[in-house]
């Protein structure tokens, strides 16, 4: 990986270009920043060196918009007063002040990392010129068209969350080019390119997750917006929904960790248990096998209908001990004296 650094010298012959995977089915997505000649090498499996190239979960493009700082304007406007500065003192200052922004703005941000650079490489290119004035604002009008997005999809991001209508931003022709590129040539994937502005690469992106029937959802354990097949999930990752697991059974424990017949109960489950572990190591067959996993589903369905009667005062601590103790000759005749 190569890092972009914010600083005078020549502008890149190639321009600099974001590709963008989308895979609805995996939920995930790829993105990749770089010229387009080594971005396009990359995707054909060639080590080239690239700016940026990460796997993510599907919907992470899409978010960085929502949360950027909104200081773009400060270091355009640094980098439009080095453009018309004459002293070379003054030009190094601002050149700095915009690189520390720019830098700050980017940082775990693949979209404004992007859009830094292409502000960066179109300041490198107007300091040729010898009209201060219009190449300053040549670059206000280019920034400005680039950093649009990361306030206009923002709305248009929330609305989405809520399950709102959403009203798609308009764009001028001169704001909608995005190319497709196969990189395989026999269609295995393709990949949404844009050289310029971001805008026709969040329609793309939005048109695709839509087509696919996804929804936008919050997970309840780590609270980061995600992409869901449906308004029932509500967990992103299996890393959430196992600390959700854990999380559940925690509190099942402590609501139940003072209570006799729960403590009776995780005793007993713990001999079957055992057991039916020792019949796997002692290499028993897979139907004796099946068979013990099966009499212990049944005995935990009726431990938990004689649980509700503890609680219901149709039956007695004492009485729900008794009935486990009572069904231990199930397993051991299966298992034997393991």
């Not at 200081?71 to 050149?95: F, G, P, Y």
Request: one cysteine or more.
């Amino acid at each position: 990986m190569e890092e972009y650094r914010f600083e005078r010298k020549e502008p890149l012959i190639n321009r600099v270009v974001l590709a963008l995977r989308i895979d609805t089915k995996q939920r995930k997505e790829q993105i990749w920043i770089g010229t387009d000649l080594n971005v396009d090498a990359a995707l054909h499996g060639r080590e080239k060196p690239l700016y940026l190239s990460r796997t993510r979960p599907l919907g992470s493009f899409w978010c960085e918009f929502g949360r950027t700082e909104k200081n773009w304007s400060d270091a355009v406007w640094s980098l439009s007063d080095a453009l018309t500065a004459w002293r070379s003192s003054v030009i190094t200052r601002k050149e700095q002040e915009a690189a520390a922004v720019l830098s700050q703005i980017s940082d775990e941000n693949a979209a404004a990392y992007y859009t830094a650079i292409q502000i960066w490489e179109m300041y490198l290119r107007c300091r040729r010129g010898r009209k201060k004035q219009e190449a300053a604002q040549a670059l206000r009008e280019y920034a400005q068209l680039l950093t649009l997005p990361f306030g206009e999809y923002t709305l248009e991001m929330f609305n989405w969350k809520r399950e709102q209508p959403v009203v798609p931003v308009r764009n001028m022709r001169a704001d909608a080019e995005l190319e497709v590129w196969y990189p395989q040539g026999n269609v295995l994937f393709e990949c949404a390119v844009a050289g310029r502005s971001l805008r026709p690469l969040l329609i793309y992106f939005r048109q695709r997750v839509t087509a696919a029937g996804m929804v936008m959802r919050t997970c309840t354990r780590c609270g980061r917006v995600f992409f869901a097949p449906d308004s029932r999930s509500s967990l992103c990752s299996e890393r959430c929904r196992i600390a959700s697991k854990k999380a559940a059974r925690r509190r099942f424990s402590d609501r139940t960790k003072d209570s006799e017949e729960e403590r009776a109960y995780a005793r007993e489950y713990m001999f079957w248990y055992n057991r039916i572990s020792k019949l796997k190591r002692s290499g028993a067959s897979q139907e004796q096998v099946d068979r013990a996993q099966a009499a212990l589903k049944k005995f935990r369905a009726q431990a938990v209908t004689r649980k509700a009667q503890i609680k219901a005062g149709s039956l007695s601590p004492a009485q729900f001990t008794s009935w486990m103790i009572s069904q231990e000759h199930i397993i051991r005749g299966i298992c034997g004296y393991l």
